[in-house]
């Protein structure tokens, strides 16, 4: 994930820096030293990003805010619990 990325999916779930943060785990001043580029973003940034956008897309029920391989992960995952497809 690079730093536009990063922004586009926070300004796509409609979230200011201070709520990423907050859902996130990380203050404010994270999230803009990352947007920034000041910090790198590391594997965990990118986990938890995807998990709160995930959480938000089955909260407003809009699939859509959910990145790509996520909900490619997420279709996986009901199809092997319904018993139709074993893991990719």
Do not use: N, Y
């Amino acid at each position: 994930m690079t730093v536009d990325d990063l922004i586009a999916l926070r300004k796509k779930l409609g979230l200011t820096q201070a709520e990423m943060g907050k859902r996130m785990g990380v203050a404010m001043r994270t999230i803009q030293d990352l947007e920034a580029g000041i910090s790198k973003i590391k594997p965990l940034h990118v986990a938890a990003a995807e998990r709160i956008a995930l959480a938000l897309a089955i909260e407003r029920e809009e699939p859509m805010l959910a990145p790509v391989s996520v909900r490619r992960q997420a279709l996986a995952l009901a199809r092997m619990l319904q018993g139709e497809i074993g893991a990719p």
